[in-house]
């Protein structure tokens, strides 16, 4: 029987140390603060003892690193803006929105010198109001290029800024000014005297054009000089007659935008003075004269010229007046007639247009 060997010290000790190493938990090095532990792996079992001295097992691999946390930049959120930082971005915002305003009122100053050029060379205005106001628009832009460099170089926001609605006030108010100007001239002053016709009118247009054609009541004095268009005895009386006024009422219609116009109408003429035919003694007064048919009129260039076509008799009295009763003729008979030509002035509808274009006027200027 063989006597068993004695185990050395040394190997006992040598077993025992491997498995205190082994049987750590290990931590990797790579692991945050607060990030979760390695898993530890189990030592291997001891070894049992033998003649040769125990090997240690190889140490495990280490497991892999965790995630990477999100980066500090990203996972904090940035801070606010102080309330300095917060006034100078205002400041700022605030200053180029002036800048804007300045340069659009450049702007607008170099379109209304083009405009009073282009007047100028239709001779709408003379040389010398052309001049005046190009220099009141060169004074703006002065301001206004001035107002720039100062906004450019940081200025006051707030007297910058009334500053600059002066002069945006001031252009306006030439442009207003030119405007009214070229209104005042051409088809433009006929756009605004039909308007104020058609205050009191019922206009239509034809498709093309606003207001070609319009009807209106027609309340008339034609001042003006009438013609005999035939012979007899009162033709001597109307050609003779040097003025004559007449009380007109009727109906206007005219077309192609007020060119022409037709009136349909009743009247009675206002003249003053006693008429006597020739060959008789009698002398009849003025009143005698009747129109008993309606006349109708023509009117030309915005009823500035009236051509209206009556038809005169002179009429015997019907006995309650006794000077107006020629004891030759019947009561109420026709003593001579004609035809007659008025070629008058309308001063009824002149007044009535320069009323209408005044409020025409003065609603423009008030919006």
Not at 97 to 104: D, H, N, T
Not at 216 to 242: C, F, I, M, T, W
Not at 319 to 344: E, I, K, Y
Request: net charge neutral; hydrophobic share 40%; charged share 20%.
């Amino acid at each position: 029987m063989t006597k068993p060997r004695a185990i050395k010290p040394e190997l006992v000790t040598a077993a025992l140390l491997a498995l205190v190493v082994l049987g750590a938990p290990r931590r990797s090095g790579a692991q945050p603060e607060g990030g979760a532990p390695a898993t530890p792996t189990p030592a291997s079992a001891p070894a049992t003892p033998s003649a040769a001295p125990a090997t240690p097992s190889p140490a495990p691999a280490t497991p892999s690193a965790a995630p990477a946390t999100p980066s500090a930049a990203s996972a904090t959120p940035s801070p606010a803006p102080g309330p300095t930082v917060a006034a100078a971005t205002e400041g700022t915002a605030e200053l180029s929105g002036l800048q804007v305003r300045i340069k659009a009122a450049q702007d607008k100053a170099g379109e209304i010198k083009d405009t009073v050029g282009s007047l100028r060379d239709k001779h709408t205005i003379t040389d010398s109001q052309a001049a005046a106001y190009e220099r009141q628009i060169a004074s703006w832009s002065s301001t206004l290029s001035a107002l720039d460099e100062q906004a450019t170089h940081g200025g006051a926001q707030q007297p910058l800024s009334k500053q600059t609605a002066l002069a945006e006030a001031g252009l306006s108010a030439i442009k207003a000014q030119l405007t009214d100007v070229s209104n005042a001239t051409g088809w433009n002053l006929v756009g605004t005297l039909l308007r104020a016709r058609c205050a009191t009118a019922i206009c239509f247009d034809n498709g093309e054009k606003k207001d070609w054609l319009g009807i209106e009541p027609l309340v008339e004095l034609p001042v003006g000089k009438s013609l005999a268009l035939s012979k007899s005895s009162l033709s001597n009386y109307v050609d003779n007659h040097e003025l004559r006024i007449d009380l007109a009422a009727g109906a206007r219609v005219w077309l192609f935008r007020d060119i022409v116009s037709v009136s349909v109408y009743i009247s009675k003429p206002l003249t003053d003075g006693r008429i006597r035919l020739e060959g008789s003694p009698f002398v009849y007064p003025a009143a005698s004269i009747r129109r008993p048919y309606p006349g109708i009129a023509l009117g030309l260039l915005f009823d500035s010229l009236w051509l209206g076509f009556d038809r005169d008799e002179l009429r015997n009295g019907d006995g309650q007046d006794v000077m107006a009763v020629n004891p030759d003729f019947p009561p109420n008979t026709v003593v001579s007639s004609t035809w007659t030509l008025t070629v008058a002035l309308q001063p009824v509808t002149a007044f009535r247009t320069a009323i209408g274009t005044a409020v025409q006027a003065t609603g423009r200027n008030g919006r």
